[in-house]
């Protein structure tokens, strides 16, 4: 990347499919315009707990919306030709996870990883929330699982996602995956990615 290079966030939570799906696109799309992604890892169960008639961590659709939720993540994974084994535990406890990743902030092996707790989740129905899990997935990556998983608990990096968290809210963003360009604007779904990565191209010639 060069200093003229656009940049991108990409705001994601591990329990969520749809994000799923954008952590194993971003990268190419984002190569071949030449824009630098900012891996930014949080918690919507915060956020959801704010909803003034809905106070509820979780996304609580109808049941026919969650009915569709899943229908349509197997028709996407099956266009972009993604394992899928629906999670067996639904929605998954993504804290662990959410913490390692913002431990590991923008270095080498926070994309790598943040992949690999997605495949696990959504494509070998493995509890991302089990230490564990993530302790296998960093030893894959090179890392020292003890150190990294004993670093994300302490209580300075608890307060850290917190504020991760708040950060989130104050661009706006209320779901995920979100995408936030340089310049504030705000794209929120798998399927504004591209949208997104052409406002922050468009961003970068304007500037």
């Keep these: 990347m060069t200093p003229t290079d656009a940049t991108l966030e990409f705001w994601h939570e591990f329990a969520s499919p749809y994000c799923y799906l954008s952590a194993a696109r971003i990268e190419a799309l984002a190569a071949a315009a030449r824009v630098r992604i900012l891996w930014r890892p949080f918690l919507l169960g915060p956020i959801f707990r704010r909803r003034p008639h809905q ?5 609580d659709g109808p049941p026919d919306e969650a009915r569709y939720r899943r229908r349509d993540i197997e028709r996407l994974c099956a266009d972009y ?5 629906w999670p067996t535990g639904y929605p998954r406890i993504s804290l662990l996870g959410a913490r ?3 431990l590991a902030g923008d270095d080498a092996w926070a994309p790598a990883f943040t992949r690999a707790v997605y495949h696990a989740s959504f494509a070998e129905d493995r509890d991302i ?3 564990p899990v993530i302790a296998g997935i960093l030893t894959d990556l090179g890392q ?3 150190a990294v998983i004993a670093q994300a608990a302490t209580p300075e990096h608890k307060a850290r996602l917190a504020a991760q ?10 779901g995920a995956p979100s995408f936030v360009a340089a310049d504030g604007e705000l ?5 504004r990615l591209e949208q997104a990565i052409a406002w922050a191209v468009a961003q970068r010639g304007a500037a």
């Design 55 to 59: 106070p509820s961590p979780a996304q």
């Design 129 to 131: 929330g089990a230490a």
């Design 100 to 102: 390692v990743a913002l």
């Design 144 to 146: 020292d699982p003890a």
């Design 165 to 174: 968290v708040e950060a989130a809210v104050a661009r706006g963003i209320f």
């Design 187 to 191: 794209f929120w779904g798998n399927d």
């Design 81 to 85: 030709k993604l394992p899928l084994t």
